[in-house]
Nanobody, 125 residues
Framework: QVQLVESGGGSVQAGGSLRLSCAAS????????MGWFRKVAGKVGEGVAA???????RYADFAKGRFTISKDDAANTLHLQMNDLKPEDSAMYHC???????????????????WGQGTPVTVSS
């Protein structure tokens, strides 16, 4: 079992930045594939970024160059720095972990097995 608690969401204007954080506890989540996905009500969730246990990072195309995922294994925290935010980035952002994905399968296009409640991000134009 793993528990994930997100924070850092909020409302910003287009072009602004937010830094999301995720406090992880339980089954040593840093040993597994972790990441972020986002969801808008009524739409399918969308993977944002994934980071493997060895630190390998993969981003969704829309996140490349604007978002940065990082983790602190000692503190069991995961972060997502989001810059140059756009209105279409508005969504609920969820921290996630998957115990089975590694290597190429640790990718934002792959569904994660567990996730937190999420933190909302609203970007106004």
């Amino acid at each position: 079992q793993v528990q994930l608690v997100e924070s850092g969401g909020g409302s910003v204007q287009a072009g602004g930045s937010l830094r999301l954080s995720c406090a992880a506890s339980g089954n040593t989540p840093s040993l597994y594939c972790m990441g972020w996905f986002r969801k808008v009500a009524g739409k399918v969730g969308e993977g944002v970024a994934a980071i493997d246990s060895d630190g390998t990072i993969r981003y969704a195309d829309f996140a490349k160059g604007r978002f940065t995922i990082s983790k602190d294994d000692a503190a069991n925290t995961l972060h997502l720095q989001m810059n140059d935010l756009k209105p279409e980035d508005s969504a609920m952002y969820h921290c996630a972990v998957d115990f089975f994905h590694h290597g190429p399968s640790c990718h934002p296009s792959q569904p994660f097995g567990s996730w937190g409640q999420g933190t909302p991000v609203t970007v106004s134009s």
